[in-house]
């Protein structure tokens, strides 16, 4: 009998009592939002602050991605694990603990003096968000068990993701230097985790058995080599340190799923490979990294250095996406009775195709107005995945799972963005001029769009 097959089983049981909110839900859902959204500004500044870090490390253009990469690749080698360990061995627990992981690595990204130290300490950071991003979820689904009380935490939650996302580039625009930027980012996720050690209360899966730390090894040394071989292959496919690492996480996806069929209390239950709902917050967390962050996440290093907008400029014309997107995720639940979150992902992939599309020819025309269009659509398509994207990854798995379903739904995400970044920056360096390389990875970023739009849509429920 399977996981999923066991908790078919025993579902009645668990549903006979009322399912109610915790008291503690509302201090909950501020401190896991709250840590959200430093998490993401974290993951944003060097965004906008590329040019001014790489100057300050004397970092090479094509060592340039690891400024960007390092911390999807710990969130991208962590999150599942991250999930699967927050539902075994207490969500607060981990939360907390990388809540202060990532406040200190923050700090110490202020002090870094190489382009090395730097990425090390962004692939810290990365990791410890992936502990944050990953219990959250679950902490709040322990929180929130209701319908309509998941519906509203899940819906604030993904707000706070593009709130995040908004505000960090504001920060490191309005500061001196990206070093301040980075130690007061650490020093309020500290104090956002003094308040969660007040606040919070434990919760973890009663599944019983050992958790499985085998299979949590083998997933992330195979993540690791996928998005270490995704990021140095934007210096050439076909070099041989590439070609290893993209063996070495072949045979340790093998591995692991070999690892899993055998375990008793797996990681992530296999089974769930064929459900199509977890298929579609798979798929659309793979096709938000590729499609939506990777081209933004570069987009305005690019419009500093052919447009010459200052990072504030820059990050004032990014606070029209991001703004928007924030206030879309915040009322996209009013949407939930009549478009199912498939179907909102859908939507959303759509809106930032067409706003891609729309952004065509602005660079080459030298105007940041011609993008205002397009970056108003894409807003708004953005706030619609971050949506959506939480409540389908924890329903698309048994309830005291949901910590491992957000952290697969994110791992994927974050694959996506690393593959996404490095595909970016080799489209728009691959054509002689920075504004047809710019027009080329929209073009890029709006077909792939397009080809989510159907995923999502085909992997629909039977029966």
Not at 177 to 197: C, D, K, P, Q
Not at 218 to 229: G, I, K, P, Q, R
Not at 297 to 322: E, I, R
């Amino acid at each position: 009998m399977t996981q999923l097959d066991r908790t078919a089983v025993t579902a009645p049981a668990r549903r006979a009592a009322p399912a109610r909110e915790t008291p503690r839900g509302a201090a909950t859902l501020v401190v896991t939002s709250a840590a959200t959204a430093l998490a993401l500004m974290t993951y944003t500044a060097p965004m906008f602050t590329l040019p001014d870090t790489a100057a300050a490390l004397h970092t090479s253009v094509s060592a340039q991605a690891w400024l960007l990469n390092g911390t999807p690749l710990g969130l991208a080698a962590l999150l599942l694990v991250a999930g699967s360990l927050a539902d075994d061995y207490g969500r607060r627990r981990i939360f907390l603990s990388g809540t202060v992981a990532l406040g200190i690595t923050t700090a110490l990204g202020a002090l870094a003096s190489s382009t090395w130290m730097f990425t090390l300490a962004r692939i810290a950071q990365g990791a410890a968000s992936a502990a944050v991003l990953a219990s959250s979820l679950g902490l709040l689904v322990h929180a929130f068990p209701t319908p309509r009380g998941r519906l509203h935490a899940t819906g604030v939650w993904g707000a706070f993701v593009s709130g995040g996302i908004a505000v960090g580039p504001l920060l490191a625009g309005s500061l001196p230097n990206w070093r301040t930027a980075y130690g007061i980012l650490g020093a309020a996720l500290l104090v956002v985790a003094a308040l969660g050690a007040r606040a919070l209360t434990e919760s973890r899966a009663p599944r019983g058995g050992r958790p499985d730390l085998a299979g949590a090894l083998v997933f992330s040394l195979a993540l690791a080599s996928l998005v270490a071989a995704l990021t140095l292959g934007r210096d050439g496919w076909l070099r041989a340190p590439v070609g290893l690492l993209f063996a070495a996480a072949v045979l340790l996806t093998a591995a692991f799923v070999a690892v899993e069929r055998r375990g008793r209390a797996p990681m992530i239950d296999l089974g769930l490979l064929r459900r199509p709902r977890f298929l579609a917050s798979s798929a659309g967390g793979l096709f938000t990294g590729l499609a939506v962050i990777g081209l933004l996440s570069y987009l305005p290093t690019l419009l500093q250095q052919t447009l010459g907008l200052s990072v504030m400029d820059t990050a004032w014309l990014f606070l029209l996406w991001s703004g928007l997107s924030f206030a879309v995720a915040l009322q996209a639940r009013r949407l939930a009775g009549r478009v199912s979150p498939r179907n909102q992902l859908a939507l959303g992939f759509a809106l930032h195709g067409a706003g891609a599309l729309a952004m065509l020819g602005a660079v080459d025309a030298g105007s940041w107005v011609r993008l205002l269009p397009g970056l108003l659509v894409a807003g708004v398509g953005s706030g619609l995945l971050n949506a959506a994207l939480p409540l389908l990854s924890v329903e698309a798995v048994p309830a005291d799972r949901a910590a491992m379903g957000s952290g697969a739904q994110q791992t994927f995400r974050y694959i996506g963005s690393c593959a996404g970044v490095a595909l970016t920056i080799a489209l728009v360096t691959s054509q002689g001029s920075l504004a047809r390389g710019a027009d080329l990875a929209m073009a890029v970023s709006a077909g792939l769009a397009a080809l989510a739009t159907v995923s999502v849509l085909v992997l629909r429920e039977r029966g």
